[in-house]
């Protein structure tokens, strides 16, 4: 019997309570299925500082090294923010981001047909939205160097350093490729090649990729056009592919096209080694601790770790399709909700998933 190795790291605010609901998911599906888990909990984030004074412990970044997958929740907290910015959870999550060599975010955006009515958008600009955002993920602006907080002529100066190297920007560009020849063949690499040196060097690097693959249709558009376009015509999308900073802010924006940021799962990835599945959103500090947090993302997470580090597809796909049940059967968490669907808790929404797989 396959025994799949998971290090799952809950972290902060509502990280618990959301790692609950996907942990009774994985022992529901290994009743069901040839396989089992093994799952390794470890400290990460601001319960890591608290116990060991680091955000990313060693022995956490060992664990997810030696494991099969990460499957990771949120981290952060507000009471952190006056630490040093090398001991911040965020910090932790970058550390782990490069220690893993994870360059490669996958951002799947799809709507549940029975949501269209909880996004902020109208029924006919996000009916059918079906787009992968592809991020690059250890690179850019979030690792560049020189930054820092200097003294200059009296007053303070902040800075930061946007680069890629163009073997970075071509590793990216072939997963965007290896997606894109499974969908519809058509990327469009969003940068800001109009200002940024930086931006250009992106959008040669793309071109000459993509150029030995006649079969996928490249088009370029600048960020704050994209953004644009993702409010007024996102189905014009599927594979967007971009940059940390500003893959970072335009799954965002595409989480909301879906109803709410916490239905949004992600996957990080390299091309050898363990990825790591975890929600879009944050530790939602302020909601922790009343059991209403949304579950889904985490638990589109766990189907994507099934589905892409696992091969296991209709264990994936019976997540997915149980989580599509209990919301056309009107049931919803506070962050879903509308007038006219019941509400139910984190656990609750966890329990009814659970039922249905
Ligand atoms: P956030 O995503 O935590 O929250 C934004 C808003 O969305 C809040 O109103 C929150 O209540 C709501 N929300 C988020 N997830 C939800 C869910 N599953 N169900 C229902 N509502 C949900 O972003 P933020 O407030 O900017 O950041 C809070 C903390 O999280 C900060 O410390 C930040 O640094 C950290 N953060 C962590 C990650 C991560 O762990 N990958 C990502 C983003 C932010």
Same mark, same amino acid.
């Given at each position: ?169 071509? *590793? +990216?560009?072939?997963?965007? &490729?290896?997606? /894109? ?5 058509? #990327?469009?690499? =969003? ?115 099934? *589905? +892409?580090?696992?091969?296991? &597809?209709?264990? /994936? ?5 149980? #989580?599509?049940? =209990? ?31």
């Amino acid at each position: 019997m396959k025994n799949y190795k998971i290090v799952l790291l809950s972290g902060d605010g509502i990280g618990p309570e959301i790692s609950e609901v996907s942990i009774r998911i994985l022992q529901k599906l290994a009743i069901r299925f040839d396989f089992k888990f093994t799952i390794n909990k470890e400290l990460f984030g601001g319960i890591a500082i608290d116990n060991c004074g680091v955000p990313a412990p060693e022995k956490t970044i060992q664990a997810c090294k030696e494991s099969d997958a990460v499957l990771l929740a949120c981290v952060g907290d507000n009471k952190y923010d006056s630490l040093d910015r090398s001991i911040r959870p965020e910090t932790g999550l970058l550390k782990l981001r490069s220690e893993l060599n994870l360059f490669a975010n996958i951002r799947p955006v799809k709507i549940r047909k029975s949501l269209i009515s909880s996004s902020s958008l109208k029924e006919e600009i996000v009916k059918d939205v079906d787009l992968i955002v592809v991020r690059e993920l250890t690179g850019g602006i979030y690792f560049g160097e020189p930054r820092g907080i200097i003294k200059a002529n009296d007053e303070e100066k902040g800075f930061n350093t946007m680069s890629y190297k163009s073997s970075e920007v071509k *590793r +990216i560009t072939e997963v965007a &490729i290896d997606i /894109a020849k499974g969908r519809s063949k058509k #990327i469009c690499s =969003v940068d800001k090649a109009n200002v940024l040196e930086v931006s250009q060097l992106w959008r040669d690097n793309v071109k000459e990729i993509i150029m030995k693959h006649p079969e996928i249709q490249l088009s370029n558009m600048y960020v704050d056009n994209a953004a644009m376009q993702l409010i007024k015509d996102p189905k014009q999308f599927d594979v967007i592919l971009t940059n940390n900073l500003f893959g970072d802010i335009l799954s965002d924006l595409s989480a909301m096209l879906t109803g709410s940021i916490g239905m949004l799962p992600s996957a990080s990835l390299t091309l050898k080694g363990p990825g790591v599945f975890e929600p879009v959103h944050g530790s939602a500090p302020d909601i922790a601790g009343q059991n209403i947090a949304n579950p889904i993302a985490m638990a589109l997470s766990t189907a994507m770790m099934l *589905r +892409i580090a696992f091969n296991e &597809i209709k264990a /994936a796909d019976l997540i997915e399709s149980a #989580i599509d049940k =209990v919301l056309s059967e009107g049931f919803r968490t506070a962050d879903l909700r509308d007038n006219t669907s019941k509400l139910i808790s984190c656990s609750e929404m966890g329990q009814r998933i659970i039922e249905e797989i």
